[in-house]
């Protein structure tokens, strides 16, 4: 709170006096200080153009992470999800040093208790600060910040099937948005549970909603995810990434439209070839079964991008064959600890 209160952000809790946004929740037992309420905090760039500022970008990352094991060892999360909430921070610091003034009102969201049932996020979108009618999209970062292997780092967006328009938007604007792989994926492709995130509560109410996520599992749900194992360079782009989706949608006069229940379609199944190529030419050494099992997999979805389609059937087998290999790519080759920030390094922001 003091971080944004620094940087000029505006406070967004219930009443508009403080940035705290409390509701009722439960004891969780993994957690060092149990409390009955949930604390989210909420900061505000208000909108510019009296049009348009009662619409809003919602911006969330979560602040909570495993509590402790048996043994009383701290998970602190810094991939999962410190390094989102460093982006919220900082995205807030430098729009508000700018001058930047939107069209449109961007919310900073901090959610709580994301990671015993998206607590926080989901009593927000039930109960938001803003109008909920004006909600155009929630972006949740987490994780951000970790390559999936060394010398390979991509963003995945996962949901804006349930938004057409601005996904085709996206996609479109691809080149110039990232200068890595950019995958825009279906987000039945990722396993819910046991992968979730803040975004998924605002798709279920009905609001458009993306997953910004760094794919890099070395760490994930450990204790040695400690601030020493970020990938700076990837956390930069990610921001820069990210500030120009923010822009793109908070100064756009447009809303688009929620669809229920979008099909897989055959595009969300071959953007996975693009990580896997990225990890065949990271890994020059992996091992004869691991390049063989994702070789075979490419060629599955190679089949599949030609034919533009497939069978329905095959869709949760081929899904969860990508996210497994990949994500146990990421545990067990994990790398060397990263240099620290390079000095001028945020000069690649601009």
Known sequence: MDALSRAGVARGGVDGTSYLYLYPSEPHPRYLFPYPTGHDVVGLLPGADPAHRDESVVVMAHYDHLGRDSRRHVFNGAYDDVAGVAAILELARAFGAAGYAPRRTVVWLITDEEESGLRGARAWAKNPTVPRDGIVLGISLDPIGRGLVPGYAFTALFGLEHSPELRERIAASRPALSRGDLLIAHRDLIPHPPFASDHDPFLNEGLPAVWFVNPG???????????????????????RVLAQLVDSVAN?????????????????????RAPIGGVLGALPDLGRSQRESLVGLDRRLAAIEVSGSFDPAEVEDLGLAAIAQLFTLGVTNPGPIPPPFPAGATAALR
């Open 217 to 239: 599992f070395s760490f994930y749900h450990q204790v040695t995810d400690e601030a020493a194992t970020i990938q700076y360079d990837v956390l930069l782009e990610s921001v």
């Open 252 to 272: 756009d006069d447009q809303r688009y439209p929620f669809v229920d229940e979008p099909a897989v379609e055959a595009r969300d199944l071959a953007a996975f």
